[in-house]
């Protein structure tokens, strides 16, 4: 299972509180907001749909979901202006982090950012520095069990074969999960031909995967775990990425 994958397992695990939900809907209808600036039309608008979706599988109300495209297609004027803004930088023992942000306030995003990594000794770069470390590409992710541990009723073979036969780069597969990429170009195809099959992915998003992976010890996994932990619970960003390989050792014992 791919670091993502574990990632998201160690952050199921821990659960999520009404105050971290309630953080996970703003940031979805600033994505919302900024991807409905290309057009208020999910329909004709990929980036907007896939915002979409992923505010539907966390179950955000409709009403929020409608006033954010409102407000990013300019039908409303009731609501800060965000762009998206990507910081680079190094955190413990050497480990390549991207952090998207999505902002009304550059200079307080870049402090609070700053301020999380100068915690655990790590530093800010500059653009580039770090993003040639990674490529763009499409992610679908089928969980297979709940945050029980109880199994959830997805086909691998039949995600493998759709996933493939409509160009997917690659298929993962283990007890946790099913997880296929992409090239950039070809995920809105896979994406209509894992729908049309009736495959629902639970995340299907385009993400910087790392060319190659670090390996730490547990402790020092720890670090930078808790660096990601911290980035993730500031309000302006949105997605952290980062080239720690996790075992399943290191997400049973940060779980």
Known sequence: MSGHSKWSTIKRKKGAADAARGKL?????????IAARQGADPTTNFTLRLAVD???????PKDNIERAIRRGAGLEKDGAEYETV???????HGIAILVECLTDNRNR???DVRRAFTRVNGNLGEPGSVAWQFTEKGYFLFTRVNSDGEPIDVDPDAVFMAALDSGAEDVEISDDAVEVYTERSDFAQVSQALEAQGLTPSE????????????LGN?????VLNLIEALEELDDVNKVYHNLELTEEMVAQFA
């Open 109 to 111: 995003t870049i402090a």
């Open 25 to 33: 809907f703003t940031r979805l209808a600033r994505e919302i907001q």
């Open 219 to 223: 402790e020092e996994a720890s670090a």
């Open 54 to 60: 992923r505010a539907k599988a966390e179950n955000m």
């Open 204 to 215: 299907a998003q385009l993400m910087m995967i790392p060319n190659t992976t670090i390996e």
């Open 86 to 92: 990507v910081y680079e930088g190094y955190g413990p």
